[in-house]
T-cell receptor
């Protein structure tokens, strides 16, 4: 049983396209996150939701829009993709501040 | 906001030697300090953590120390093995639950 699962695992797309990444957790956690890991391996928080409510919104272009239909799901939609958006996007959930990461979604923008 | 600095960025040791990774944080309100290990192509996973009311914690070959006054904490791995090779991230977390990560340390253990 996968605790935090995200799809798709790989995304290759052209500049200017719109794409979505989906995340689901079956741990019963209240809080979910999106992290971006760039080519230098730096892990940066993008968004956090607690029980469907947005609580952290870092300085992220508004081309990125998260949506949490319920506390087990957190999706990320990206409009007008740019080359600099190429990265691995990790979804995570937490209950007692330990983060449980999904496998990551590698986005490549050509 | 919180700022976490991590050193060194790369570390190469011989199998059996010890490895030490150090982090400093800026926000005195941070009170939870986890360490994550990320193997190549995999997700980060928690390996050990320490809370602000504790100075040291040990789990087999891994230990973490915390100096709240100086705002720094360290990861110690003894008797390193090739499977310890990975990227290690420290993080500082406050009551709001936001994890701020260091930039990572790539550890290579040479057999």
């Amino acid at each position: 049983d996968t605790a935090v699962s995200q799809t798709p695992k790989y995304l290759v797309t052209q500049m200017g396209n719109d794409k979505s990444i989906k995340c689901e957790q079956n741990l019963g956690h209240d809080t979910m996150y999106w992290y971006k890991q760039d080519s230098k391996k730096f892990l940066k928080i993008m968004f956090s939701y607690n029980n469907k409510e947005l609580i952290i919104n870092e300085t992220v272009p508004n081309r990125f829009s998260p949506k949490s239909p319920d506390k087990a799901h957190l999706n990320l939609h990206i409009n007008s993709l740019e080359l600099g958006d190429s990265a691995v996007y990790f979804c995570a959930s937490s209950q007692a501040r330990e983060l449980f990461f999904g496998e990551g979604s590698r986005l490549t923008v050509l | 906001g919180e700022n976490v600095e991590q050193h060194p960025s790369t570390l190469s040791v011989q199998e059996g030697d010890s490895a030490v990774i150090k982090c400093t944080y800026s926000d005195s309100a941070s009170n939870y300090f986890p360490w994550y290990k990320q193997e190549l192509g995999k997700r980060p996973q928690l390996i050990i953590d320490i809370r602000s009311n504790v100075g040291e914690k040990k789990d087999q070959r891994i230990a973490v120390t915390l100096n709240k006054t100086a705002k720094h904490f360290s990861l110690h791995i003894t008797e390193t093995q090739p499977e310890d090779s990975a990227v290690y991230f420290c993080a500082a977390v406050g009551d709001a639950g936001k994890s701020t990560f260091g930039d990572g340390t790539t550890l290579t253990v040479k057999p």
